[in-house]
């Protein structure tokens, strides 16, 4: 039972770090949408991105912040730290916000930014203190 357990967590850890990076990466592809992003992929050479922009902002970028919020909510309730579950799914809605309801904003894409900031700043901590299960308060 003790593989089993460590073998799921470290799935959710995997998922959760893919779809973070997915998103980021999703995102420089649309240099027009994302100014920042898209200076900082063409400083990486991948430029190329560019021609893949509606694949990656309608269908990688949602697909890849759903994913994040799938296995952060999990890890949430796995783990029942609620400060921290709260925040580790704030960066995905907020992204998935964003892209529909928010879109129209000048200011989305500031929301955006700060998005992938705490997405980043969680997959750090998860890596750096990673959460432990809560005992039952009896």
């Known amino acids: 039972m003790g593989n089993h357990r460590i073998g799921i967590e470290m799935f959710s850890t995997v998922v959760e770090k893919i779809g973070s990076v997915g998103v980021v990466v999703s995102a420089m592809g649309c240099a027009a949408c994302f100014p920042a992003l898209g200076a900082l992929a063409g400083t990486l050479g991948l ?4 021609q893949f ?3 990656f902002i309608n269908k990688l970028l949602p697909a890849f912040a759903i994913l994040v919020l799938i296995a ?6 796995r783990h029942r730290v609620h400060i921290r579950g709260l925040i580790s799914i704030l ?3 907020a992204v998935l916000a964003t892209l529909y309801p928010l879109w129209s904003y ?3 894409t500031t929301l955006f930014y700060v998005a992938l900031a705490t997405m980043f700043a969680v997959s750090i901590i998860d ?3 990673p959460a432990k299960r809560r005992t039952a308060d009896v």
């Open 47 to 50: 430029g190329f991105l560019a």
């Open 53 to 55: 922009e509606g694949v």
């Open 72 to 77: 952060n909510t999990w890890g949430w309730l």
């Open 91 to 93: 960066g995905p809605v």
């Open 106 to 108: 000048g200011w989305s």
């Open 127 to 129: 890596i750096v203190k």
